[in-house]
């Protein structure tokens, strides 16, 4: 996981990857609180970038999820947003095996979890096989403006 400040890109290029730098780049020059929900292409199916409205949920309501080909990067724009994160467990089962045609699998809790809060401005980097439980409430149920950026593993060199 890698967690900054948007407003810090450009000084820190240098030790971020190049696709991440390109992905929060490409994200600066649009407004998200002013596009409609839906997915939007930088570099076709292998940079893009989701933009959703979504009711943030309590922690019994949500689970753990990962990725195998794609990187998150996740993005709160309209209020603070709690994740989940755990390194790769390959020993604890996959709950909902969507990988096939979402890239997306569900987990039940994983050990050792970690929790951390973020406010608009900052983006964690989620990379594939990390575990991670985004959408979670920090101080009320409410929905929020969030964009999940996606990078194809073949971008970050894995």
Same mark, same amino acid.
Not at 139 to 155: A, D, F, Q, T
């Given at each position: 996981?890698?967690?900054?400040?948007?407003?810090?890109?450009?000084?820190?290029?240098?030790?971020?990857?190049?696709?991440?730098?390109?992905?929060?780049?490409?994200?600066?020059?649009?407004?998200?609180?002013?596009?409609?929900?839906?997915?939007?292409?930088?570099?076709?199916?292998?940079?893009?970038?989701?933009?959703?409205?979504?009711?943030l949920?309590?922690?019994?309501?949500?689970?753990?999820?990962?990725?195998?080909?794609?990187?998150?990067i996740?993005? $709160?724009?309209?209020? !603070? *947003?709690?994740?989940?994160?755990?390194? %790769?467990?390959?020993? /604890?089962?996959?709950?909902?095996?969507? #990988?096939?045609?979402?890239?997306?699998?569900?987990? $039940?809790?994983?050990? !050792? *979890?970690?929790f951390?809060?973020?406010? %608009?401005?900052?983006? /964690?980097v989620?990379?594939?096989?990390? #575990?991670?439980?985004?959408?979670?409430?920090?101080?009320?149920?409410?929905?929020?403006?969030?964009?999940?950026m996606?990078?194809?593993?073949?971008? /970050?060199?894995?």
């Amino acid at each position: 996981m890698i967690v900054g400040l948007v407003s810090d890109v450009a000084r820190q290029k240098s030790v971020l990857p190049a696709a991440v730098v390109r992905a929060l780049e490409a994200i600066q020059k649009v407004n998200p609180l002013e596009l409609a929900p839906g997915k939007y292409e930088v570099e076709g199916d292998k940079l893009f970038y989701l933009v959703q409205d979504v009711e943030l949920r309590t922690l019994a309501e949500s689970r753990a999820e990962a990725h195998k080909q794609y990187a998150d990067i996740q993005l $709160p724009y309209s209020t !603070a *947003e709690r994740y989940g994160f755990a390194l %790769p467990q390959p020993e /604890l089962p996959i709950a909902d095996d969507q #990988l096939k045609d979402k890239d997306l699998a569900f987990f $039940p809790t994983p050990a !050792a *979890e970690a929790f951390i809060d973020v406010n %608009p401005g900052t983006f /964690l980097v989620f990379l594939p096989q990390e #575990l991670h439980r985004p959408c979670v409430v920090v101080s009320e149920k409410k929905m929020i403006r969030k964009v999940v950026m996606k990078v194809h593993s073949s971008l /970050l060199g894995l």
